[in-house]
């Protein structure tokens, strides 16, 4: 038997935008089937999961502390994406946002006044190498023809272990009993609160404003229609005049850029100081995030709050309801899965050809 | 020219597949018209026709890939329902595709393999392929990985992997189109000797020449229907052109008389490397368009339009800058944008995903051309009410049918979006317009207007180059007119002294002997075998 898929002629808008939503019931029904075979209430763990981070002013923060990271990333990530290109080494890049950002903090430690030039410094040098850190494998691409995907996703490892080394070695905090951690940035190296005693960062606003620009730069610029076109037919990008190799290095240096943004904001928003790990592995979770928002910014915000909240709930659902974190990663694996789905049936109709073989 | 016998039903033995009264269909396309085949077992039967003449549709029914609309296939004589190409296979019909479906990281056992039924590989299977090779002469080393083959090897592993399953019936689509002269050779002796065991070939081409070396019979398809049989050794490379373009020998008038104007566009010796496997090289192409005048260039499909049109657009980019001049403008190392702002004006041929983002909307697709030349964006930033405007004059000035105020290309008919293109790139009024197939699947009124669109853009002082197959649309608008064959252009000479006898037999490869295209009389069959 051979499955055919014909494109629909009619795509209508109204089960365009229902088959997210469609997608995101199924996940739930299945999810809660998974947590039933487990042996406890559906009920209970659909309130842990989705209610219960949303009951609470801690836990919204958290929830929005947790998205903000993922959406910045991705955005970058739907640039990338959107032409075609793959990066998948977001990660590497966030980390070495982190890394470079941090070390002005730490250089800057001990500054008497709390000097103003602190904090823009270290978002700057932190975006700054994310962006330099995502070139990499773009000039690779470039210039070698060597696969992005592969020299991406390794760029990644050798990030990590250089932040570790330089969270245990050059950069630990010499007074710090050995801990492999550096000092705790002050105040002028600290994004700050959005809210009084809360843990509500800047670092979130700024997530949500890149956002908004990336909408305005996918939407409203020749840069943006390049990205789009690129993805949705090479050859007429071609005949249009946007260059294969330039439009390479200025997706990746806007997603490098993005990460590495986010790795800064992580850094001087809630972690406070440079430690062997800062991320878990937000670089990876926001290629989902990405897909799942559909490639679109505002699409991506959306998917950020729903995996945050999952993210969040999961924490809950295991203090709780003694239920494994593997069934959150399993439940936000499924969800893609199911969204990638939802959106092939509304474009394709599924045919079975009887007897015939592919 | 020899008598033209009509296809008649048979009067020796039953043929062994025999195709009657086909029909096909696609919606309101018919592809095939009534055609009639009888191919019998030891003889190379050639289908010869221009590129849409029906040939591919018809091959595809023969082996399953297609269900006609009318009309049955016989098989010694019993009507047989060809629903699959496993049933095809099963009668004993085997194909050989001119795209090679070949896995380049397996060897040439594992690509043979595949398609083999389960349970015989390893070393039977070499074995096999060593005897088969042995027979017919097809060596190949069957541990070698495909990649590292060229064309003509990979070929035999399509060959190969058709004769084991002992066909009785091979079809064979234009074999020789992506081999080179010496490769050829060794095929023929392949399918001669293929005849000579009492298989039946259908071969099919628009070489003239390897069809009168190769062939007994021949059928030739022009619009979907058949227009002729005959013995293809006992007629001239000119009569069989004559079949396939149509005879029609009429006198044509140039449009524009002689143009007087400047040398906007000229080529120098433009050569390139074929871009991949099935791609054609460019070879010491020259060429010079005046202002004032349409040239159009001829030839079938393949035979380098698609390279050529991009080395003028400057997708491609040419090796040396002086090879392509633009109103006396080094241009062979400028990329597109550059080309369109120094004024000139490119229409693909490929309408959706080349010419236009299909999904894209009308306004969309005007800054995918004209971005830099009509300044649809200012410090980077669309304007995209400037935008709109150009495509409501694109669409108001050509006549541009379309559902809502600015919808998606794709949902545009294929003549009114071909409308919108021209229409996107003439009122830029570009100095030198190239047009790759400007009319092709455009109905009648939507053709004639924007060939009249062509002809005013060149009457106000443009240089024009009409890409095209279409030797009537030539004929009609152009002034002069050569042909492309094989990546090397012939010398343009005044439609007017031109004849479609002489075009079509260019366009199939054989060289007149005398004036290159113009059609005094000639010895064509001494000619044919001059290329």
Redesign the interface.
């Known amino acids: 038997m051979r499955i055919d898929l014909t494109p629909r002629t009619g795509r209508s808008a109204l089960m365009d935008a229902l088959s997210p939503i469609l997608a995101f019931l199924a996940a739930l029904v299945i999810g809660g089937l998974v947590v039933a075979a487990l042996g406890r209430s559906p009920a209970a763990a659909f309130v842990t999961y989705f209610m219960a981070p949303l009951s609470e002013v801690w836990s919204l923060q958290e929830v929005a502390i947790k998205a903000a990271p993922l959406a910045l990333i991705a955005t970058g990530l739907a640039f990338c994406y959107r032409a075609n290109i793959w990066n998948i080494g977001a990660e590497g890049q966030f980390v070495v946002g982190g890394l470079f950002g941090g070390w002005i903090g730490v250089a800057a430690h001990g500054i008497p006044g709390d000097p103003l030039w602190v904090l823009p410094l270290m978002l700057l040098v932190g975006t700054g190498a994310g962006m330099v850190y995502g070139l990499i494998p773009a000039l690779l691409k470039v210039h070698l023809g060597v696969s992005e995907i592969l020299t991406s996703l390794m760029l990644v490892y050798v990030a990590e272990l250089l932040l570790d080394y330089m969270a245990r070695g050059p950069l630990r905090d010499p007074a710090g009993f050995n801990f492999p951690q550096s000092v705790t940035f002050d105040d002028a190296a600290h994004l700050p609160y959005l809210m009084e005693g809360g843990t509500l960062h800047a670092g979130v606003a700024l997530a949500v404003a890149v956002v908004v620009l990336a909408t305005l730069v996918l939407g409203?610029?020749?840069?943006g229609?390049a990205v789009?076109?690129v993805g949705?037919?090479p050859?007429?990008a071609?005949?249009?005049?946007f260059?294969d190799a330039r439009l390479t290095l200025a997706v990746f240096a806007v997603s490098g850029a993005a990460a590495g943004l986010a790795g800064i904001s992580e850094v001087a928003g809630r972690i406070g100081q440079l430690q062997p790990s800062i991320s878990p592995g937000y670089g990876f979770t926001a290629i989902i995030v990405a897909f799942l928002g559909r490639l679109s910014p505002m699409g991506i915000l959306v998917a950020a709050l729903v995996i945050a909240l999952t993210t969040i709930g999961g924490e809950g659902a295991q203090i709780d309801l003694k239920l494994p974190l593997d069934l959150t990663r399993a439940f936000q694996g499924l969800l893609l899965a199911l969204v990638l789905g939802a959106d092939a049936l509304s474009r394709y109709r599924v045919r079975f050809v009887p007897?015939?073989?592919a | 020219m020899a008598p033209v016998v009509p296809p008649a039903r048979t009067e020796g033995p039953t043929p062994l597949f025999g195709a009657y009264g086909i029909v096909k269909r696609f919606g309101a396309f018919t592809a095939n018209d009534g055609v009639d085949l009888e191919i019998r077992a030891g003889e190379i039967h050639a289908l010869l026709g221009e590129n849409g003449a029906g040939k591919s549709t018809l091959m595809k029914i023969l082996y399953g890939l297609l269900e006609p609309t009318e009309g049955v296939v016989t098989h010694r004589g019993d009507v047989v329902r060809l629903a699959h190409p496993e049933t095809a296979r099963a009668l004993g019909i085997g194909m050989v595709f001119q795209h090679f479906s070949l896995c380049e990281n397996l060897t040439v056992a594992e690509n043979i393999a595949l398609v083999m039924p389960k349970g015989l590989g390893g070393r039977a299977l070499k074995a096999r392929i060593a005897a088969v090779g042995t027979t017919y002469g097809l060596h190949l080393d069957p541990d070698r990985p495909v990649w590292s083959l060229s064309a003509g090897e990979r070929q035999r592993i399509e060959i190969i992997r058709c004769l084991l399953q002992d066909p009785k019936l091979v079809i064979l689509d234009e074999p020789t189109s992506v081999l080179t002269p010496g490769e050829a050779e060794l095929l023929f002796t392949v399918l001669e000797r293929l005849r000579d065991e009492g298989r039946a070939l259908l071969y099919i081409s628009h070489r003239l020449d390897e069809v009168r070396r190769l062939c007994s019979r021949a059928t030739i398809l022009r619009g979907g229907r058949v227009v002729g049989a005959c013995d293809p050794r006992a007629e001239t490379a000119r009569s069989l052109a004559a079949l396939m373009v149509g005879a029609q020998v009429g006198a044509v008038t140039a449009p524009a008389g002689v143009a007087t104007g400047p040398e906007r566009l000229v080529l120098s010796g433009l050569t390139l490397p074929a871009p991949g496997l099935h791609g054609t090289a460019l070879d010491g192409i020259s060429l010079s368009v005046r202002g004032g005048e349409i040239v159009g260039l001829a030839g079938i499909a393949g035979n380098g339009q698609a390279e050529l049109f991009d080395a003028l657009s400057g997708e491609t980019l040419a090796p040396e800058p002086g090879m392509v001049r633009f109103d006396g403008v080094e241009s062979g190392r400028l990329g597109i944008t550059a080309r369109r702002r120094g004024g000139a004006g490119f229409v693909p041929e490929e309408r959706n995903g080349h010419g236009a983002v299909p999904t894209l909307s009308l306004s969309a697709n005007a800054i995918l051309s004209r971005h830099a030349t009509a300044r649809l964006s200012r410090f980077g930033v669309l304007r995209r009410a400037a935008a709109k405007a150009l495509a409501r004059d694109v669409v108001a000035a050509f006549d541009v049918r379309k559902a809502g105020p600015d919808p998606a290309a794709g949902t545009l008919s294929g003549g009114n979006l071909q409308k919108y293109l021209m229409g996107r790139e003439i009122l830029a009024e570009p100095g030198i317009l190239v047009v790759n197939q400007p009319t092709w699947g455009v109905d009648a009124l939507a053709a004639a207007h924007i060939r009249q669109a062509l002809l005013d853009l060149a009457a106000r002082g443009a240089a024009v180059l009409v890409i095209s197959q279409d030797l009537d649309e030539l004929f009609a608008i152009t002034g002069r007119i050569a042909v492309l064959h094989h990546g090397t252009l012939s010398p343009a000479a005044p439609a007017a002294e031109t004849t479609r006898e002489a075009l079509g037999l260019r366009m199939g490869g054989a060289a007149p002997a005398e004036d290159p295209v113009t059609g005094a009389p000639d010895h064509a069959r001494e000619a044919a075998h001059a290329h």
């Open positions: 409203r610029t020749l840069f229609f789009r076109v949705a037919s050859r007429a071609r005949f249009a005049g260059g007897g015939a073989t």
